[in-house]
């Protein structure tokens, strides 16, 4: 039996067979005399004619009219259908099964539809699977485990845990939250304007004064990136005119450029560890290869980081094919498969990173009154006056409850909650200092930590 994996990264779609990445693309699209490109070939072109390029379909995926409709494509679903059958077309030959790897991100109403999406395009999908799961192939006894990675338009956390089933041992997908709403098409747009303002000032020429030399700046932008694996400072040319502009950038300038991405990510991180405990980081090969990212995540306390290779989702879902596929007509998302590689030792912990500064939270600040948080779960709402209230039964927005990785959030669906001005969603993890606040209310409510409360 032939079977095909595609993972659905926006910013790498990773497609797979054999064991074998056979590609990866992102999830962009542009409008041509032709049709619609997508891909590289899109990325290519994106510069020179935004008004007809689009990156955001898979973010946004649904069935609403698109701002800008590109040729024949209304929706984002149908920008969707169009990239996925384009993909189907190139590696589909001879392919009995195809499984397909999503991103934590993707709710009930995304999954039924890429389901839709997938029988549109004949596509014999025998499986579904978390990508974070997928592409944790070895357990790190002792450690809790998070894998975070990088998308177009966000950077998602997703807890990984490990259980036994029928005798054998499990990666178990048990939250997901987006760390950050903005992701790396951002990222890229703040270094292009960092390289553009160092081309000026070393050679007084601006790449972004042109669209076709802007166009040009993004599409080495990658290259440059990459070039900065392991070098302190590199030297980038840009031919012109048969003339080549040359200037240096520092490793260091190309960093600061994101360093406040890379602190709300870490900040995420550091509240996912448990006291007392390390963290194993698994890092997304797209958010690895980003200048910097691994080395933040290495300076948290209790923190070890392991890097992911590249379309680590499409090839572990062929690794355990047979944890995914369900019955045929009942396609479910799978969220947990058996580990695949041996137990691997970290680096020990030091005394020092086992000192945590952040207590456990024992109470829910909410206005002057602090909530005892107990073992039952602590449910508030939005009142019509706007007010956070709790609730002793009825309708919550979202709740606090205890759990063997401590205090964790849940959530209904649509209720808007952030935590630290960062959106959240159901497993969220909790520490004293977090500040929780809903889209529709004013009100913001802080975890303390009380000590001697006579409890």
Same mark, same amino acid.
Request: negative net charge; aromatic residues 4%; glycine residues 10%.
């Given at each position: ?61 649904? *069935? ?11 929706? +984002? +679903?149908?920008?969707?259908? +169009?990239?996925?059958? $384009?993909?189907? @077309? ?18 009930? +109403? ?14 014999? %999908? ?62 890229? #747009? ?21 669209? @076709? =030399?802007? $166009? ?44 406040? *991405? ?23 090969? %797209? ?7 691994? #080395?933040?995540?290495? $300076? ?36 947990? *498969? ?14 020092? #990173? ?7 939270? =024992? ?44 205090? $964790? ?7 808007? %909650? ?19 606040? *809903?889209?529709?209310?004013? #009100? ?6 009380? @000590?001697?409360?006579?409890?």
């Amino acid at each position: 039996m032939t079977t095909l994996a595609i993972e659905l990264n926006d910013a790498s779609i990773a497609v797979a067979r054999s064991d074998q990445l056979l590609a990866t693309e992102p999830g962009c699209a542009i409008e041509t005399a032709d049709g619609i490109a997508f891909g590289d070939a899109a990325r290519r072109s994106s510069r020179l004619r935004p008004r007809d390029a689009n990156d955001r379909y898979w973010a946004d995926l649904g *069935v609403g009219p698109l701002a800008r409709p590109l040729a024949s494509a209304k929706s +984002a +679903a149908d920008l969707a259908h +169009a990239q996925l059958l $384009q993909l189907w @077309k190139r590696f589909g030959e001879a392919t009995d099964e195809v499984l397909l790897a999503v991103p934590g991100s993707f709710d009930r +109403a995304k999954l039924g539809l890429l389901l839709g999406i997938a029988d549109a395009c004949e596509m014999p %999908v025998a499986g579904l699977v978390d990508a974070a799961v997928a592409a944790c192939s070895r357990p790190y006894p002792g450690w809790d485990s998070v894998h975070v990675e990088a998308e177009l338009h966000g950077f998602g956390l997703t807890r990984i845990g490990h259980a036994r089933r029928d005798g054998g041992d499990e990666a178990v997908a048990e939250g997901f939250e987006i760390a950050i709403p903005t992701g790396i098409a951002r990222l890229y #747009e703040r270094w292009a304007r960092r390289i553009a303002a160092a081309f000026i000032a070393q050679t007084r020429f601006d790449p972004l004064s042109d669209g @076709k =030399t802007e $166009q040009r700046l993004f599409d080495a932008l990658p290259g440059w990136l990459e070039a900065f694996g392991g070098l302190p400072a590199a030297t980038v040319e840009f031919d012109l005119d048969r003339a080549t502009r040359s200037i240096r950038l520092e490793r260091r300038d190309i960093v600061a450029e994101a360093a406040d *991405v890379y602190d709300q990510l870490a900040d995420r991180v550091s509240a996912a560890r448990r006291p007392g405990r390390g963290l194993a980081v698994r890092v997304g090969p %797209v958010l690895a290869g980003l200048p910097g990212a691994k #080395e933040r995540f290495g $300076q948290i306390a209790g923190v070890r980081v392991v890097a992911l290779s590249a379309g680590a989702g499409a090839l572990g879902a062929l690794a355990c094919a047979s944890d995914i596929r369900s019955t045929p007509g009942q396609t479910t998302l799978i969220r947990s *498969v058996a580990w695949r590689e041996p137990a691997d030792p970290l680096p020990a912990l030091r005394c020092d #990173e086992l000192d945590d500064s952040v207590p456990e939270a =024992t109470h829910l600040l909410l206005r002057d009154t602090a909530h005892p948080i107990g073992e039952r779960r602590l449910e508030l709402r939005v009142a019509e006056s706007g007010r956070l209230q709790i609730v002793a039964e009825g309708r919550a927005d979202f709740a606090l409850r205890r759990s063997e990785t401590g205090l $964790q959030l849940d959530c209904a669906e649509g209720s808007g %909650v952030s935590v630290n001005a960062s959106p959240a969603g159901t497993g969220t993890r909790l520490r004293s200092g977090d500040r929780i606040s *809903v889209a529709n209310s004013a #009100e913001e409510a802080r975890l303390i930590a009380v @000590k001697d409360d006579g409890a």
